[in-house]
């Protein structure tokens, strides 16, 4: 099962930020937090990671709790380009190679 | 481009019939994987090979075989399908084992293989 929760859709004006939560209360201490998204017909292109500390570049910013047990990644400017869906998971590079999407969140960008 | 390119990118096949999809990755990873996208599901694993080596195989029907014979190709053979079948087949790449702590060991996909099993 995944190990993140994220709410099914989201709605966004052009222009605007946006910021997609992610629940992930059962991460434990070699878990790193990844961001994907998925564009029509297209696979997952990687967004953002981090593990503890916020993060930036030039697609997005990535905001930790402090306990480590949601995050947010954060569009700063949506453009229509960006509606997407948009998967949090959780990647433990020390245990094994097993990696778990959820449903993700549907990103909808109104012009 | 990602550095992970799957061949063909549409089939369609009929349920007597048997196929492979291809997967190659150029970025000397040491995992891939196979994923499976139905319509409007999120992404299934199927199956996940380290170091040429299955470590990962999530109970998926035996009329699909992967074929792992370096750490640059996978292959996923296809035989006797049924139309439920039917999806996006996702194949990705990463380095794992090893943390690297620049990347977080970030997983890269290919842009995936539509199948239609008629």
């Known amino acids: 099962d995944a190990k993140t929760t994220q709410p099914n859709s989201m709605e966004s004006n052009e222009e605007e930020p946006v910021h997609l939560p992610c629940n992930h209360s059962t991460i434990s201490g070699t878990d790193y937090i990844h961001w994907y998204r998925q564009l029509p017909s297209q696979g997952p292109e990687y967004v953002i990671h981090g593990l503890t500390s916020n993060v930036n570049n030039r697609m997005a910013s990535l905001a930790i709790a402090e306990d480590r047990k949601s995050s947010t990644l954060i569009l700063h400017r949506a453009t229509l380009r960006d509606a997407a869906v948009y998967y949090c998971i959780l990647r433990d590079v020390t245990g094994g190679f097993k990696t778990i999407f959820g449903a993700g969140t549907r990103l909808f960008v109104k012009a | 481009e990602t550095g992970v390119t799957q061949t063909p990118r549409h089939l369609v096949m009929g349920m007597t019939n048997k196929k492979s999809l291809k997967c190659e990755q150029h970025?000397?990873?040491?995992?891939m994987y196979w994923y499976k996208q139905s319509a409007k599901k999120p992404l299934e694993l199927m199956f996940v090979y380290s170091l040429e080596e299955r470590v990962e195989n999530n109970s998926v029907p035996s009329r699909f075989s992967p074929e792992c014979p370096n750490s640059s190709h996978l292959f996923l053979h296809l035989h006797t399908l049924q139309p439920e079948d039917s999806a996006l087949y996702l194949c990705a790449s990463s380095q794992d084992g090893v943390l690297d702590r620049s990347s977080g060991n970030t997983i890269y996909f290919g842009e995936g293989s539509w199948l239609t099993v008629v």
């Open positions: 970025l000397g990873h040491n995992a």
